[in-house]
């Protein structure tokens, strides 16, 4: 079997984007100035598009150089998948790797980190949204990126793994997809089963008319505006 794993929302239940994000500008403060261009654009996302979004949140990286991005990612990911993970998403994982089966982390945040991550929680395989260093200099304010979202999982998974897994209708063989989030669609397409994690009212009806799996896990925020503040607290590094 192989199990497709989505990383935010479904392991953790934090934007681990955010959580980056907040693991550099507390050790560089003046970075936090980069990000007044994200702000103003916020509710703009519909026109930029969570790729053209993502290239300015991403703007609190500029100048750095790859080796000292990748440095901050294997020190990130160790400090905080270990506290942010949901147990039981852990026990999941291992369950898998017990299984025998090919456990693949595909993830739309920057790969920089999710291999990292994929390493500390075993996974044989870990995919996310590749950016583009410069081959001189440090990154651009905003950074050309292939977002590694939607049918994009779809395309890096067949460009990635071995044509052996996939049958001729083109699904994976004996696939299990976990993820929250109905962006995720196309990459459970490719499933026989799937588990969804926490899901919205849509894709609870989605997951029932399929009969996938529904599990529900405890999130640190109360409420809707409780998450909002507790992401501009993350994101500003307080």
């Known amino acids: 079997m192989i199990a497709l794993f989505d990383l935010d929302g479904t392991i953790l239940p934090w934007d681990t984007q955010k959580l980056f994000c907040h693991y550099v500008i507390t050790r560089h403060p003046l970075r936090r100035l980069f990000l007044l261009a994200y702000v103003p654009l916020t509710p ?27 440095e901050y990612a294997r020190a990130f990911a160790a400090e905080w998948v270990a506290k942010s993970a949901w147990p039981e998403m852990l026990a999941r994982i291992n369950q898998h790797k017990k299984n025998g089966d090919l456990t693949v982390l595909v993830s739309a945040s920057p790969e920089a980190y999710v291999r990292e991550i994929g390493k500390i ?21 905003f950074p050309d990126l292939i977002n590694n979202k939607g049918h994009n999982k779809v395309l ?19 696939a299990h997809g976990y993820t929250d989030s109905r962006a995720d669609l196309p990459m459970l397409s490719l499933c026989q089963t799937a588990t969804v994690v926490n899901p919205s009212k849509k894709l609870l009806a989605i997951a029932e008319d399929k009969g996938w799996e529904i599990i529900r896990l405890p999130r640190p925020w109360k409420n809707k505006i409780h998450r909002f503040l507790l992401r501009i607290k993350i994101v500003l590094g307080f």
């Open 121 to 141: 929680l075993g996974f044989d395989l870990s995919y996310g949204t590749v950016i583009d260093f410069p081959d001189k200099g440090g990154l651009p304010i």
């Open 44 to 70: 703009f996302a519909s026109t930029l598009g969570s790729e053209g979004l993502k290239r300015v949140f991403l703007s609190f990286l500029w100048k750095m150089e790859r080796h000292e991005i990748e």
């Open 156 to 174: 890096r998974l067949r460009e990635e793994l071995d044509q052996s897994h996939f049958a001729n209708d083109g699904t994976l063989q004996q």
